[in-house]
Structure formats: C-alpha cells, structure tokens
C-alpha cells in the first residue's frame, strides 16, 4: 500500500538556542534538509521533537514555519496530542489553521485512560478537523496501550481516522492491526529497529528517528524488501542496528540531537528534563556518526 502521508517520515528534533528557545529558522533549514535527503514527510513537535516541553505559542509556529519551508515537497504531520482532551482539541484547530497536513496525537499519558475513554479523546480530536488524524500508540511512554478493537471502532466511526503510529513493540498486536485493518488506513513502524519486521508484516513506512541520519539506507531497504530482494534488505537492516540501538542508548532525543549536531545543526541541548548527553555515549556514537559528515548540513 502506498499512501499520500508518506512512507519514510522523520521524527525531527526541535532546534533550540543558546537561550534555549526554539530557533525557527534552523528547524527549517533542517527540516528541507531531511527533505532532500528522501523524507516524504516530518512529524513536527512529536515525542522527539519535545514537545511536551514546547508551549501553544511554540507549538504552532514550528509547525508553520516548517510548512512554510517545504511546501508541497513533503507532508508535515503536528503533533498536537496531550493528556488534555480540552487542550489537544485546541492544539488540533491550532495545528490545522497554522498549515499542516495532518495530525499526530498521542494515547493520553499519565491518565491512564480505558478503551472507552481513549474512543471519546480520539472522536473529539477527529471531529475537531478535517485532516486526516494518526494515532500515536507508544504505551512505554504513556502507560496506556490502545487496543486493536478501539483502533478500528475509531476508524469505523471517524473516516478521518487515517492511521497509526505503532511504537507498542508488540509484533503480534502490529500483525493483528495489519490483517484486520482497513482499506486505506495507514500502519507506520514507530520503533526504527522494527522497521523491517513491520515491513514483512505488512506495514506501510516508518515514522523514525534513526532516519534523521539513514533516511536514504532506509528507502534503499523499503526497495528491496517491496522488489523481492530480501536479503539485500535484512543486509541494510542489519548494518544500521549498531547506530539504532546507540541513539537509544539514553533516553530519546538526546542522542539524536547530539549526533545533528555533530553534523553542523544548531539544535542545541534537549529542554530540561531532559539533559545533556552522557560522554561515553556519544564516543560510542562518534563513529557511527562518522559517516555522515560527508553531508554536513549547508550553512544558514
């Protein structure tokens, strides 16, 4: 199945300052830079783009003025869920006004909410625009794991309902999400290191972080795994399982916004709680990194 959401979407970090505000022109030089490097699409203030931590205001003229610097060239989905369904209806209005091409909302963290209660979020959230609406499904973080039934029931109720962004790690609930799913609706790999196993699932792309660095390794793999070449993939996916696991090896994005930087991106530090990354891991990730320096980022 192709999509017009896009396969291969990366998870962009949000450049912050020396003031440790958001700098918006270098989120768009990255953001066409990820774009010429075979992204067709970027989630915009998502789990690796902080945005947790970013306010309304910041929120929405990231995603405006990422819009802004690709055009129609790629897909920027906002990530306008919180653990608020008051909030995230207003983030989505925000989000849909401000130029995005769909949205991304996360299962409510912290709460803990129940099936029911994730169908009353999600319905509110897709009546609140007319994008197509994603579902970010990553319990590991919220505590809370939308089931397969609730997936459909949402899609079934709601045809903007477009797709999920699996990051359960659970390869049977992908499966029962893929053979039950569905025309149209869309599946991402959420975890990089599950891109492949998605793939001989069924699954549409992938929504990583990895792919700030490998976007092109990861189309090359799409290609052989969709042309029948399947050694040739599983030889790709093997080779890039030393820089996934490194840029996993503390929490998430402080590696990747280390290894950008190293790059020549002024992304600056992760917002506290987040801190700075720990020494032995970015010389564990210095030579994974190496390279790419050969496609340093063009000055501003």
């Known amino acids: 199945m192709t999509t ?84 995230s209806v207003a983030a989505v209005e925000a989000a849909t006004s401000a130029g995005a091409d769909a949205i991304l909302a996360v299962v409510p963290y912290y709460n803990k909410p129940t099936q029911s209660g994730m169908l009353a979020h999600f319905g509110a ?72 196993p998605c793939l001989a699932l069924g699954a549409d792309g992938i929504v990583g972080v990895a792919s700030h660095l490998c976007s092109p390794e990861y189309r090359r793999m799409l290609d052989a795994y969709r042309g029948g070449r399947v050694d040739e993939a599983a030889a790709l996916h093997a080779s890039l399982l030393p820089l996934i696991d490194a840029l996993f090896a503390t929490t998430s994005p402080i590696p990747v916004k280390w290894a950008m930087r190293q790059l020549g991106f002024k992304v600056g530090e992760c917002r506290l709680p987040l801190d700075a990354m720990p020494g032995a891991i970015g010389e564990r990730l210095r030579p994974l990194v190496a390279p790419y320096l050969s496609q340093l980022a063009p000055s501003r």
């Open 125 to 196: 959230l897709a009546q609140a625009t007319p994008l197509p609406v994603v579902v970010y499904n990553i319990p590991g973080r919220t505590a809370a794991n939308m089931l397969p039934e609730t997936l459909f029931e949402l899609a079934r109720n709601h045809p903007n309902l477009a797709g999920v962004k699996e990051s359960s790690g659970d390869l049977k609930q992908i499966g029962l999400i893929l053979r039950d799913r569905a025309d149209g609706f869309v599946v991402w790999a959420g975890d990089d290191h599950l891109f492949l």
């Open 4 to 87: 017009r959401l896009g396969e291969i979407l990366t998870a962009m970090v949000t450049p912050f300052d020396e003031r440790g505000e958001v700098d918006l022109a270098e989120a768009q030089r990255l953001a066409r830079w990820l774009v010429e490097r075979g992204n067709d699409g970027l989630v915009v203030a998502g789990s690796t783009g902080e945005g947790q931590t970013l306010d309304a205001r910041e929120r929405v003229d990231l995603w405006r003025a990422v819009k802004e610097a690709v055009g129609n060239d790629a897909v920027v989905v906002a990530n306008a869920g919180t653990n608020s369904t008051r909030e």
